[in-house]
């Protein structure tokens, strides 16, 4: 994840994607839960260590100005633009 003149640029592929999603799991459940489990526990599960773990969820924390909830309208825009793709 890499911040590039105010916008954040991923970069996925076969090997980085279960790490983005891993993340981001970690980084929805602190934020939106009472009970998570350590970063331990998620890596053990992600097959990832602790530590890098724990550089992806910083760095995708700061990719996202650590605004880890949406508002409404944030919601509303992403439910547009996916009920407007045609499958």
Avoid at 2 to 30: M, N, T, Y
Avoid at 67 to 76: A, D, H, K, V
Avoid at 78 to 85: H, K, M, R, T
Wanted: net charge negative.
């Amino acid at each position: 994840v890499h911040p590039v003149e105010g916008q954040v640029c991923l970069w996925l592929d076969s090997h980085s994607l279960h790490r983005f999603i891993l993340a981001a799991l970690c980084l929805a459940s602190k934020a939106l839960g009472d009970h998570y489990y350590s970063n331990f526990y998620y890596g053990k599960v992600g097959g990832v260590s602790t530590s890098e773990l724990n550089n992806l969820e910083l760095g995708l924390a700061m990719a996202l100005d650590w605004r880890l909830q949406c508002t409404t309208e944030e919601i509303g825009r992403a439910y547009s633009s996916l009920a407007a793709i045609d499958l």
